[in-house]
């Protein structure tokens, strides 16, 4: 049987998205490489002409872009004010006590950072560059332009710290406490004017 020419490209996605959806939700060590091809409805035997190894794969889930990333990518704004409205907008969903769970299944920065810091170095590197591109495009809607801009790289602590503290709490009022404070922090970080942090 002949296949398409994009047959590999298409079924290495199929692999990477139903990996995506089990690490969101079982963690790192709580999914097996038959789990994940199962879920993508291939064979076992398959997995290692697609992926060197799981830790591999896990690094194509982290570096694909979606949940707080693909949001603000998304910002239609062309003016520093719009792009930082949006901005806002999106912070303000984005730890709505409402979407807890659906931000637990569609970011991988609210649900995986824990089994990356224990996931090796090129799970690492692929966090890194995602934590870095996500401060870049939120630098777009500040007058300063540096891509790690601090106000930038507080929103991100403060959006994805928010939401992992959210999901791992059943208190609701505590939950709406802590909404609350983290949007109304990354307000002030991002309406603020640059301010000159000490070199590292």
């Not at 049987?1 to 963690?27: C, E, N, Q």
């Not at 090796?120 to 500040?142: H, M, P, R």
């Amino acid at each position: 049987m002949r296949y398409k020419s994009d047959h590999k490209a298409l079924t290495r996605d199929r692999v990477i998205k139903a990996a995506g959806g089990l690490f969101r939700r079982h963690g790192y060590d709580g999914v097996g490489i038959d789990q994940i091809m199962a879920a993508a409805k291939l064979t076992r035997g398959g997995f290692y002409g697609y992926f060197a190894s799981k830790s591999a794969l896990f690094a194509q889930v982290i570096g694909t872009g979606h949940g707080l990333n693909a949001m603000m990518k998304r910002r239609p704004g062309s003016s520093p004010q719009d792009l930082t409205d949006q901005a806002l907008d999106i912070v303000d969903r984005y730890l709505d006590p409402n979407n807890r769970d659906e931000i637990g299944q569609g970011c991988s920065m609210a649900s995986l950072s824990v089994d990356v810091a224990r996931a090796g170095e090129v799970a690492q590197s692929a966090f890194s560059k995602k934590l870095s591109d996500l401060a870049a495009e939120l630098a777009k809607g500040l007058e300063s332009g540096e891509r790690l801009d601090p106000r930038a790289l507080a929103t991100i602590a403060l959006s994805v710290g928010g939401a992992i503290l959210a999901r791992a709490s059943n208190d609701d009022e505590l939950v709406h406490r802590l909404s609350q404070a983290c949007r109304a922090a990354v307000a002030r970080e991002l309406r603020q004017h640059k301010i000159q942090m000490p070199e590292p």
